[in-house]
C-alpha cells in the first residue's frame, strides 16, 4: 500500500468516526432539549441515550485505534512527511460540515 493510500484509509477513518461521534452527539442535544415529557417518551429516549452514549464510545475507541496506528507507522517509518495537503476544497468541505453541525447544535439547545 503507499504512502498516498495509507493517509487517505487514516483519513477516511477518521472522518467516519467523527461523524459518527457527532450526530450521536447531535442526537443527545435533540434528546435533552424536548421538555415535559410522559412517561412512556422518557423511557424510549433513555434506551436512544444508552445506544448513542454506546456509539460515542465506540467512535472514541475507533480514532484511538487510528491515532495508535498513526503513531505505530510513523514510528516504523512507513509514513513519509511529503504526505498530499488537502485541497481547497476538500478543507472547505470539511469546515462547512463543521458549520452544519455547530449550527444544528446551536439550533437545538438554544
Known amino acids: 500500500m503507499s504512502n498516498a493510500q495509507r493517509a487517505q484509509t487514516f483519513l477516511q477513518h477518521i472522518d467516519q468516526a467523527t461523524e459518527r461521534l457527532l450526530s450521536r452527539q447531535l442526537a443527545l442535544v435533540r ?43 510513523w514510528i516504523l517509518g512507513q509514513i513519509r512527511q511529503d504526505l498530499p495537503e488537502p485541497t481547497e476544497d476538500e478543507i472547505q468541505n470539511r469546515k462547512d460540515a463543521l458549520k452544519q453541525v455547530f449550527e444544528a447544535i446551536s439550533k437545538q439547545s438554544g
Open 31 to 73: 434528546i435533552a432539549a424536548e421538555q415535559e415529557k410522559d412517561t412512556p417518551t422518557m423511557a424510549v429516549e433513555t434506551a436512544e441515550i444508552e445506544a448513542s452514549a454506546t456509539s460515542i464510545v465506540r467512535a472514541v475507541e475507533d480514532l484511538l485505534v487510528v491515532t495508535r496506528s498513526l503513531k505505530e507507522a
